[in-house]
């Protein structure tokens, strides 16, 4: 049972990174499938999440409509679709597999990718 992220690197300033996690082991479309990010000094902070349920999307206050978080159940993965990043997005972004969005805690986390963003 396992969640592998990819798709981080370094960007530049309003640039745009689509991060992919991919899961085995498990069927990631019966749960909720969340983003969240660290970064050195900082707090962690709630990305994205979409529920297995209805597909509902919900997004930190710092997103603002520039990430969009979705689901893939061909191959079922979930991808993070990240436009004009800020130097502030600079962080380890990992996915979890949850029960739901806005409660409990993960069932599955991923080992996470670096984003660096930088002017």
């Known amino acids: 049972v396992q969640l592998v992220e990819s798709g981080g690197g370094p960007v530049q300033v309003g640039g745009s990174l689509r991060l992919s996690c991919v899961a085995s082991?498990?069927?990631?479309?019966?749960?909720?499938a969340s983003w969240f990010r660290q970064a050195p000094g900082k707090e962690r902070e709630r990305v994205a999440c979409?529920?297995?349920?209805?597909?509902?999307?919900s997004y930190g206050e710092f997103v603002k409509g520039r990430f969009s978080v979705v689901r893939n159940y061909g191959d079922d993965s979930v991808y993070l679709q990240m436009n004009s990043l800020k130097p502030e997005d600079t962080g380890r972004y990992h996915c979890?597999?949850?029960?739901?969005?806005?409660?409990?805690?993960?069932?599955?986390r991923g080992q996470g990718t670096q984003v660096t963003v930088s002017s």
């Open positions: 979409i529920s297995q349920i209805d597909n509902t999307t």
């Open positions: 979890t597999a949850r029960a739901w969005c806005d409660k409990g805690s993960y069932y599955v």
């Open positions: 082991g498990f069927n990631f479309r019966d749960y909720a």
